[in-house]
């Protein structure tokens, strides 16, 4: 079982930045893909950034403003967002694959006012 915690969210300006953290727990581990995803009001819910060991992959809208990154030691996923756009408005929600299985925390919500 894995249980994944986000923290970081609020209300910023636009332009501003804002760093999330998402931590887990349980049978999870270096390995397992972890990412960042976004579900604003009305629309799905779609991948902002995801790291997989070294690897990370990015929405094209967020490229150079966004970094995602991970400490394997404290079984924590940050996401480090620059220059936030009015658009970038919703819950941002942690995931982790673990042997087949998608986890995802509770959310974290960014409000973005313009």
């Known amino acids: 079982q894995v249980q994944l915690v986000e923290s970081g969210g609020g209300l910023v300006q636009a332009g501003e930045s804002l760093r999330l953290s998402c931590a887990a727990s349980?049978?999870?581990?270096?390995?397992?893909?972890m990412g960042w995803y976004r579900q604003a009001p009305g629309k799905q819910r779609e991948l902002v950034a995801r790291?997989?060991?070294?690897?990370?992959t990015y929405a094209d809208s967020v490229k150079g403003r966004f970094t995602i990154s991970r400490d394997n030691a404290k079984k924590t996923v940050y996401l480090q967002m620059n220059s936030l756009k009015a658009e970038e408005t919703g819950v941002y929600f942690c995931?982790?694959?673990?042997?087949?299985?998608?986890?995802w925390g509770q959310g974290t919500q960014v409000t973005v006012s313009s």
């Open positions: 995931n982790a694959l673990v042997f087949g299985n998608n986890y």
């Open positions: 349980g049978s999870i581990f270096s390995t397992n893909p």
């Open positions: 790291i997989t060991r070294g690897d990370t």
